[in-house]
């Protein structure tokens, strides 16, 4: 018998990880969404992936608008992260008034990340509860600064 999905939650919490917000903007629904679960996938192209809730309406978004960002945030922006995060705002406002930018493939962009990937959808793979999603790199900005990261469930810096 598999471990329940409280005890994975448990023994994943102890994975120290970055922390991202992938970026949208289709016809539709525009926001962004928090992401601890990023990874470079394939230098050859340059291919990343991310994991995404099957059920999240980030997911229809990035399908219809075929682009998204991902934005590798600084130890500077917990609050970005926290408001991505949030049941209770509206994504497409907390987006707005971070004011991002488009470099090629019309995603938003999130200034002021360490790094800024945009990227086209190359696929999604369904598996269990959640969505790998691929993207193919096509620009990209970045900048130096201290990492945020995530561990057992809070945020920690670097020492």
């Keep these: 018998m598999p471990i329940t999905k409280d005890e994975f939650k448990q023994a994943l919490s102890l994975w120290a990880s970055g922390v991202t ?27 990343v992936l991310f994991c995404l809730q099957s059920g999240s309406g980030a997911k229809d978004a990035i ?15 917990k609050q970005i992260s926290a408001d991505f995060a949030s049941g209770s705002l509206d994504k497409a406002v907390v987006l707005e008034n971070l004011k991002p930018i ?3 493939t019309g995603a938003p962009l999130l200034p002021d990340c360490l790094v800024s990937l945009d990227c086209k959808l190359e696929s999604v793979v369904e598996k269990g509860d959640h969505c790998i999603v691929i993207g193919l790199v096509e620009a990209q900005i970045t900048k130096e600064d ?3 990261l995530y561990f057992h469930r809070n945020y920690r810096e670097l020492t």
């Design 63 to 77: 399908l219809e608008a075929d682009c998204f960002a991902v934005n590798i945030l600084s130890s500077k922006q």
């Design 146 to 148: 201290a990492p945020l």
């Design 102 to 104: 488009q470099l090629k």
């Design 21 to 47: 917000a992938i970026t949208y903007q289709s016809k539709s629904k525009s926001g962004g969404v928090t992401v601890s679960s990023f990874s470079s996938l394939s230098l050859d192209p340059p291919l």
